[in-house]
């Protein structure tokens, strides 16, 4: 290639990038994005609120309960969602995405789990399954620990506790926040006594608690799952800038994991352990970034690095 093909080359890039930035409605200059209050959703969101930025986006996360995320792209108040965890999820997906009302722009994360779990020193004691936690209902209290409120998994238990489902139908549900039910767990792996509560991988709890997942109930949680990245309907042609970084997001556990383990054992903030990972991982920027400029139409990649 000659240098004025080369030249010209170069020159209609910056002009593709131009053109793809002056194309994106004023509105797209801030992305919402939903926050259910959750260690890896925090990750994800900072990690996308940190490459946003970088791009000359600002990136604004709102605190709100699944089912108010859901409406909240349904209705165009929220922008984007990093955390559709599947199936768990999977009546909101049912009702807000499968019937197009919201739109799914990639899947994020594969491999993840979802249900109940309990210190394996509980298990080794005969709790190995759903239908086990009734044979020992005393020892537990008859509680299981769930997240917040409104949360789908804890509807999921709810509806087994008023369906009587494993004969958990004088169960209570405790619900509390992610921190305040990991508090709990930790008080009763001290005392050794017996305990059941929302489990889930990518997460530091998998480290720090020797744990067992419980089989049995894959009609409420499946066997396997992964996590969706979603955004409000038409927002990746408003917005087809962002649109395209949020669908070449792409996560993995040990990087969740790594990241949600210096925050949580205050070695660092949010902020600092994930530019410290990204940093440490510069290539993960290359399939990030891929077809995607600055806000106004810049190089991206010399963008973000350049904030490392």
């Known amino acids: 290639m000659n240098r004025f093909s080369t030249a010209l080359a170069g020159g209609l890039i910056l002009a593709a990038g131009a053109m793809q930035a002056q194309a994106e409605d004023a509105s797209c200059a801030t992305v919402k994005l939903g926050d259910p209050g959750w260690s890896d959703i925090a990750v994800t969101n900072g990690v996308a609120g940190f490459l946003l930025e970088g791009l000359g986006y600002k990136a604004q996360s709102q605190t709100l309960a699944v089912p108010i995320i859901f409406a909240g792209l349904q209705k165009g108040q929220v922008d984007v969602f990093l955390g559709n965890w599947m199936p768990a999820q999977q009546s909101n997906y049912d009702k807000f995405v499968a019937s197009g009302q919201v739109a799914k722009l990639a899947q994020n994360l594969e491999g993840t789990e979802y249900t109940l779990a309990v210190p394996t020193y509980a298990y080794e004691a005969g709790v190995k399954t759903f239908a086990d936690l009734d044979k020992h209902a005393d020892k537990f209290d008859r509680k299981l620990y769930g997240i917040a409120s409104g949360s789908p998994a804890n509807e999921s238990?709810?509806?087994?506790?008023?369906?009587?489902?494993?004969?958990?139908?004088?169960?209570k549900l405790v619900e509390s926040s992610e921190q305040a039910m990991l508090v709990q767990v930790g008080r009763a792996v001290k005392r050794d006594q017996f305990v059941v509560f929302l489990g889930w991988t990518p997460h530091p709890m998998n480290v720090n608690y020797d744990m067992k997942y419980l089989k049995g109930g894959e009609k409420y949680f499946g066997e396997s799952g992964s996590v969706n990245t979603l955004a409000r309907k038409d927002y990746a042609a408003?917005?087809?800038?962002?649109?395209?970084?949020?669908?070449?997001?792409?996560?993995?556990?040990?990087?969740?994991?790594?990241?949600?383990?210096?925050?949580?054992?205050?070695?660092?903030?949010?902020?600092?352990?994930?530019?410290?990972?990204?940093?440490?991982?510069?290539?993960?920027?290359?399939?990030?970034?891929?077809g995607v400029t600055t806000r106004d139409g810049g190089d991206a990649l010399a963008a973000v690095k350049a904030r490392l």
């Open 238 to 290: 408003q917005c087809p800038n962002v649109g395209k970084l949020l669908s070449n997001l792409r996560f993995t556990q040990q990087m969740e994991n790594s990241i949600m383990d210096q925050v949580l054992s205050k070695q660092a903030s949010n902020a600092e352990a994930i530019k410290a990972w990204v940093k440490a991982n510069p290539a993960v920027l290359d399939g990030w970034l891929q």
């Open 157 to 171: 238990i709810r509806q087994m506790i008023e369906s009587d489902e494993f004969g958990l139908g004088d169960w």
